[in-house]
Structure formats: C-alpha cells, structure tokens
C-alpha cells in the first residue's frame, strides 16, 4: 500500500507541479507568464499576469506537496481551487475530455482528497513529523475550502460579458 500511495504521489504531484510551471515559465512546453495570462484573458478572467502567477504558483505549491507528502490537506485545498475553477472554464464543453470537458480537472480534485482521506502513506513528511492520520473531517474541510476558493475566484475575476 505504502509503494502504491508514494507512486500516486509521485505522479499527481509531478504532473500539477509541471502544469504550474508552463503556466508561469517556458519551461516543459509553456508559454511563460505571458502565454498563461493570455489563456485567462482567453477564457474570460481578469488579472492578467497575477492570474496566471497565482495559478501557476498554486500548482507549484499542491504539487511539491503532494510529492514529498507534506501538509497533504493543504495540497488538496489548493489543488480543489485551482481546479475548480478549470471546472467551471470546461463545464460548457460537458464531462469529457476529449470535448474538452472537465474530465481531467474533476480528477485532480478527486485524487489529493483522496490521498488526504487515506493518508500519503509511510513514505511521506506527514508521517515523518507525526501529523498522520488526518481524521475524515479534514478532507471534507479542505476539499470545502477548495471548491469554495475556487467559485470565489471564479466570482471576483470572471468578466460575465466575455463568457458565460
């Protein structure tokens, strides 16, 4: 269990991790600050630079977390924000991915909540500091601050004229 859980780890932290950093740099595929602006300008969002650096920043963040298996409640707060308002971007285009849809986004929500419900396991800094177990209550609290975060963004920086 405890490999299983330090893969999951591994591999959604790496890839929120690596999005973040095409969201503020030119690194793996991005298109730098610029570019990430550029997407929340596309999509209807206010904000500009700071938009996409706190994005691609919150990315950053949920994923080196959830890498090292480090505060795993906050990577999954982050994480829900984040993606909740990628959710929100994606919802008219319907659940699937190759429409894209919020298939993906709704995962990455999905799998730091569940991590934070079963603990990032033995291998972890969560369990290396004594902070395990997380209780039920956690997860719920986190994914709820997340998801809410996320609509309040979505509320304070969406321009309704430019998209519905």
């Given at each position: 269990?405890?490999?299983?859980?330090?893969?999951?780890?591994?591999?959604?932290?790496?890839?929120?991790?690596?999005?973040?950093?095409?969201?503020?740099?030119?690194?793996?595929?991005?298109?730098?600050?610029?570019?990430?602006?550029?997407?929340?300008?596309?999509?209807?969002?206010?904000?500009?630079?700071?938009?996409?650096?706190?994005?691609?920043?919150?990315?950053?963040?949920?994923?080196?977390?959830?890498?090292?298996?480090?505060?795993?409640?906050?990577?999954?707060?982050?994480?829900?924000?984040?993606?909740?308002?990628?959710?929100?971007?994606?919802?008219?285009?319907?659940?699937w991915v190759?429409n894209d849809?919020?298939?993906y986004p709704?995962?990455?929500?999905?799998?730091?909540?569940?991590?934070?419900?079963?603990?990032?396991?033995?291998?972890?800094?969560?369990?290396?500091?004594?902070?395990?177990?997380?209780?039920?209550?956690?997860?719920?609290?986190?994914?709820?601050?997340?998801?809410?975060?996320?609509?309040?963004?979505?509320?304070?920086?969406?321009?309704?004229?430019?998209?519905?």
């Amino acid at each position: 269990m405890n490999t299983g859980l330090l893969i999951l780890r591994l591999a959604v932290g790496l890839l929120y991790a690596g999005h973040g950093i095409q969201k503020v740099s030119h690194r793996l595929g991005g298109h730098g600050i610029e570019g990430g602006a550029a997407e929340f300008a596309a999509d209807g969002f206010r904000g500009g630079r700071l938009t996409a650096a706190a994005a691609g920043g919150g990315q950053i963040t949920a994923g080196l977390l959830l890498c090292t298996g480090a505060l795993t409640p906050l990577a999954a707060t982050i994480a829900a924000g984040v993606m909740t308002v990628a959710v929100t971007v994606k919802r008219r285009n319907g659940l699937w991915v190759q429409n894209d849809g919020y298939e993906y986004p709704l995962m990455l929500i999905i799998l730091p909540a569940v991590l934070t419900l079963t603990g990032p396991g033995r291998w972890s800094l969560d369990q290396a500091t004594g902070l395990l177990p997380w209780t039920p209550w956690w997860t719920a609290a986190a994914i709820g601050l997340g998801i809410t975060s996320g609509l309040a963004t979505r509320t304070l920086l969406h321009r309704p004229d430019l998209h519905s």
